[in-house]
Nanobody
Framework: VQLQASGGGSVQPGGSLRLSCAASGIIFRTYYVSWYRQAPGKQRELVAGIFSGDSTNYADSVKGRFTISRDNAANTVYLQMNSLRPEDTAVYSC?????????WGQGTLVTVSS
């Protein structure tokens, strides 16, 4: 099983990025898939998640700015991030959970700075 996260980069405040988490070895649509982030010196926090039934949940800090979605054919989950702020700077990682099984992808760095 492999989760491949990509799409990070540097962007100015107010800009946008789209992160991708592509899975191999599992059928993504049967898992709860989420994005976490960890900023320097801070604890890892849940950013957004999408359930197998496609309902979603978001951290209050990103509601209205970030959107999580799933492409079942591509076995990929996306995180569209708009109106980015400096405080969104972090390493973003994806996780897939089903029951007691959890898989993590590697992180992708998002830097928001002027």
């Amino acid at each position: 099983v492999q989760l491949q996260a990509s799409g990070g980069g540097s962007v100015q405040p107010g800009g946008s990025l789209r992160l991708s988490c592509a899975a191999s070895g599992i059928i993504f649509r049967t898992y709860y898939v989420s994005w976490y982030r960890q900023a320097p010196g801070k604890q890892r926090e849940l950013v957004a998640g999408i359930f197998s039934g496609d309902s979603t949940n978001y951290a209050d800090s990103v509601k209205g700015r970030f959107t999580i979605s799933r492409d079942n054919a591509a076995n990929t989950v996306y995180l569209q991030m708009n109106s980015l702020r400096p405080e969104d700077t972090a390493v973003y990682s994806c996780q897939a959970v089903r029951g007691s099984v959890a898989y993590w992808g590697q992180g992708t760095l998002v830097t928001v700075s002027s």
